[in-house]
């Protein structure tokens, strides 16, 4: 009791109570949301400025460009498409094919990491069936100069065509498009304005967005579409789309939804995958004897 009588109230000592089990299981899961959002938004933008890499893969790569074809036979074009700035296309005429016996002509279209130098031994069989054949180079690979894009791809591959039109020993009537993967989606884009006589689609996709699709990324953020499901749409050649059931990167279901899209393609599958493609021979073969393009010189 104090002096002035009036007894003072015990001392207390404040004890918070644990925050309840629901309310800390929220604040985790708002973490991990946050974490998640991150990681995703990160991911996002990665794409967004980096996705020019990741289409066009083979462009400016660190590794020095071979000098070039070794055969003599080879020729190298190019297409200068700025002031000193050139991409690049081999030429090599079929057996027996001159200007008093024209012949068929091969245009072929490579894929992402490839490039003309390493997918040259596709040409050795046409070459050898009489049937010339052109490999057109993308800018910014191997030696070609410029930065890739859709629409670049299209006109330099279109430039090189329209110099294929005017060789003598070229039978004008019977040109195939041969693409491989990316190639694919430029062949089809060349096809609206320069359609071939027949059109062979190797591993090739219905568009860039459906790629992407898988890892997340928005549709509207892709900067070149590749929109092959509507462009082969309006291709009325023969057209023979060849693709490994084991693909994991483009899976078999785009070269269904392709040949929906076209229901006069033939679809051809093979026990395969996408980077160890290899063109499908016999099928080739037999969808050219079908059509009356494949032939031997006299």
């Known amino acids: ?13 404040s004890v918070l109570a644990p925050p309840p089990q629901r309310t800390r299981w929220k604040t985790w899961l708002l973490r991990l949301t946050i974490v998640l959002a991150v990681i995703y938004l990160t991911w996002v933008l990665i794409f967004l ?33 700025a002031p000193e700035q050139r991409v690049e296309a081999w030429f090599q005429l079929g057996v027996g ?35 010339s054949i052109l490999a057109v180079e993308y800018r910014g690979y191997v030696r070609s100069a410029g930065l890739p894009s859709e629409p670049a791809l ?34 089809l884009g060349v096809a609206q304005t320069r359609p071939p006589r027949a059109l062979i689609l190797e591993s090739t996709f219905t568009n860039i967005p459906d790629v992407v699709d898988r890892s997340g990324i928005p549709p509207f953020l892709c900067r070149h579409t590749f ?6 749409a309006k291709v009325t050649c023969p057209i023979l789309i060849s693709h490994g059931k084991n693909d994991w990167l483009i899976p078999f279901k785009h070269a269904q939804r392709l040949q929906r899209a076209a229901p006069h393609a033939e679809l051809v599958s093979f026990n395969g995958g996408h980077v160890d493609y290899q063109p499908n021979w016999p099928a080739i073969r037999t969808f050219l004897q079908k059509h009356g393009l494949r032939e031997t010189p006299q």
């Open 227 to 232: 929109r092959n499901d509507q462009r082969i």
């Open 49 to 81: 400025a980096g996705q020019e890499f990741l289409i066009f893969y083979g462009a400016n790569r660190w590794s020095p460009a071979p000098s070039g074809p070794s055969d003599p036979a080879i020729e190298r074009w190019w297409h200068e498409f």
């Open 154 to 187: 299209i006109d330099d591959s279109i430039a090189f065509i329209d110099r294929l039109l005017k060789r003598p020993e070229i039978d004008t009537s019977r040109i195939i498009y041969q693409a491989n993967s990316l190639g694919g989606g430029v062949a």
């Open 1 to 13: 009791m104090s002096d002035s009588g009036i007894v003072a109230a015990p001392e207390t000592t």
């Open 97 to 131: 094919r001159t200007p008093d016996s024209p012949g068929p002509a091969v245009v072929f279209f490579h894929g992402n990491r490839d490039g003309v130098d390493t997918r040259w031994y596709v040409a050795k069989p046409w070459v050898q069936d009489g049937v």
